[in-house]
Nanobody, 113 residues
């Protein structure tokens, strides 16, 4: 089970930190992804952290977003900085492993210009 939180309303140029609390599996044994879906758009991958700790960022997130995990708390965070109106979307966390492909409920991020 995944529980995303931390969304909200922020002005352009601001920052937000999203958190994904994971239960039933461990963050360190799965690939954890952050996706987002804006109105009228397909869901797109924003950032990923592998079980080995390698990270990947979608082009628009590179240099502005940082994905990290806390094995002790079993959480994965997405620190977002220099936010732009086009970052407005519902953000979802997703865990993919040998026997799991689970999604959180989404958290809304709104960036005002």
């Amino acid at each position: 089970q995944l529980q995303a939180s931390g969304g909200g309303l922020v002005q352009a140029g601001g920052s937000l930190r999203l958190s994904c609390a994971v239960s039933g599996t461990t963050v360190g044994s799965n690939v954890i992804n952050w996706y987002r879906q804006a109105p009228g758009n397909q869901r797109e991958l924003v950032a990923q952290i592998s079980s080995g700790g390698s990270t990947f960022y979608h082009g628009s997130a590179r240099g502005r977003f940082t994905i990290s995990r806390d094995n002790a708390k079993n959480t994965v965070s997405l620190q977002m900085s220099s936010l732009k109106p086009e970052d407005t979307a519902v953000y979802y966390c997703n865990a993919v492993g040998r026997s799991i492909n689970a999604w959180g409920q989404g958290t809304l991020v709104t960036v005002s210009s």
